[in-house]
């Protein structure tokens, strides 16, 4: 019964080293990149051509993207991760980049 305790003593160790490295890297997470310190979206990246991007939605081209409607923009789509206040911030669509508040882009898609 000896050899049993020592196990389960064993077994017990690990697993509370292991839960204490998974509890410690929820607390300890890499620094968070504000949105002023992303590089600005610009039309010719070749994402943005891709999908129409345009810092400025009122000069998009309605006759090549049809689902563009007056109204859309990237302060307005769930896929902004910033405020309507917010000028330029991330967009899940175009990781590592900022996007402009005012644009628009083929991917839009309304808050709910």
Request: proline share 3%.
């Amino acid at each position: 019964m000896h050899a049993i305790d020592a196990t389960s003593r064993r077994r017990f160790l690990q697993l509370a080293g292991a839960a204490t490295v998974v509890g410690l890297a929820g607390v300890i997470s890499p620094r968070r990149v504000s949105a002023d310190e992303l590089p600005h979206l610009t039309e010719a990246d070749a994402t943005a051509v891709a999908l129409g991007y345009r810092e400025d939605a009122s000069k998009v081209e309605d006759a090549k993207f049809a689902t563009h409607k007056a109204g859309q923009l990237c302060s307005n789509c769930r896929f902004f991760q910033g405020t309507e206040k917010t000028a330029w911030a991330g967009c899940q669509l175009f990781p590592g980049k900022a996007v402009a508040a005012k644009g628009w882009c083929s991917g839009y898609n309304a808050k709910a």
